[in-house]
């Protein structure tokens, strides 16, 4: 982004205030995404956990913030982005769109190789050789530590994986998809387009082009990794045929598509 800025003439001192921004707003976003698309039923009776990172219920734990939903995330930094647009960088609002979505694309890689760190969001079983056996998915730390009789969860994992002695443990771990990593890698050839489109052509000159091509782009990835990801609730079971991240998904790809036809270069008052 500083580069962008630089080529744009934009002062760079206005790049601390965009970081600022754009890391709470992806935060508040995202954590809201979660509680409201994924699990409003829990959440609705457990108004104090929605920002504080501990449970009340049966009994007082420290959680840290368990739920992050990158649909809520994106509309958050839109918002951020109209607010950072007019009273900072004084240009239009899609101009901002049409840049920040370059490096958000990038972020978005590094997020998803994250939750597969951290076993998060993995897939359905399956028998193919791409499969991965997520353990701390599987077994909860309460659960390992119990097996293993160790006292530290990292601990407790770290056996169940590599000590022979627990090797019935890891056999009950079935094979899922690694989805996270299916994801990651395809937005790598989202960031690289927008990447190319931003400094080889002519797209940016153009408002809200690069920005249609985005949201087409990351959530049309993110429908169809979609169909091996395992089920995380929300609004699937109401409405049926696509899961709760497809749903979340089309709104975005038909904003792209409207912003493809509607794109245009602006006047030159307006910059």
């Known amino acids: 982004m500083k580069h962008i800025y630089e080529r744009e003439n934009e002062p760079i001192e206005k790049l601390d205030t965009l970081f600022i921004w754009t890391v709470v707003a992806t935060l508040i976003g995202a954590r809201l995404g979660h509680v409201f698309f994924y699990d409003w039923e829990y959440y609705r009776n457990n108004l104090l956990e929605i920002l504080l990172p501990f449970r009340f219920n049966p009994q007082f734990e420290f959680t840290g913030f368990q739920g992050l939903a990158s649909h809520g995330a994106a509309i958050a930094i839109i918002i951020a982005m109209y607010f950072y647009s007019s009273r900072v960088l004084k240009r239009p609002m899609l101009w901002i769109l049409d840049r920040v979505v370059i490096p958000v694309a990038c972020g978005a890689i590094f997020v998803r190789i994250g939750n597969f760190f951290n076993s998060e969001i993995v897939g359905k079983e399956t028998t193919s050789q791409f499969g991965v056996k997520f353990v701390r998915d599987y077994y909860s730390s309460r659960d390992a530590m119990n097996a293993t009789k160790l006292s530290n969860a990292n601990d407790a994992y770290h056996a169940i994986v590599h000590d022979p002695q627990y090797a019935a443990l890891l056999a009950k771990v079935p094979l899922k998809h690694p989805a996270q990593l299916y994801e990651a890698g395809l937005y790598v050839f989202v960031f690289l387009i927008l990447f190319f489109l931003y400094w080889k052509t002519k797209t940016a000159e153009k408002q809200g082009l690069l ?25 699937e079971k109401t409405f049926g045929l696509f899961t709760t991240g497809q749903w979340l998904s089309i709104p975005f790809i038909l904003v792209g598509i409207y912003y493809l036809f509607v794109a245009e270069k602006p006047v030159k008052d307006e910059i």
Not at 225 to 234: D, H, M, P, R
């Open 211 to 235: 920005f249609g091509y985005f949201l087409i782009l990351l959530w049309s990835v993110r429908f169809v990794v979609e169909y091996v990801k395992g089920s995380q609730g929300g609004i």
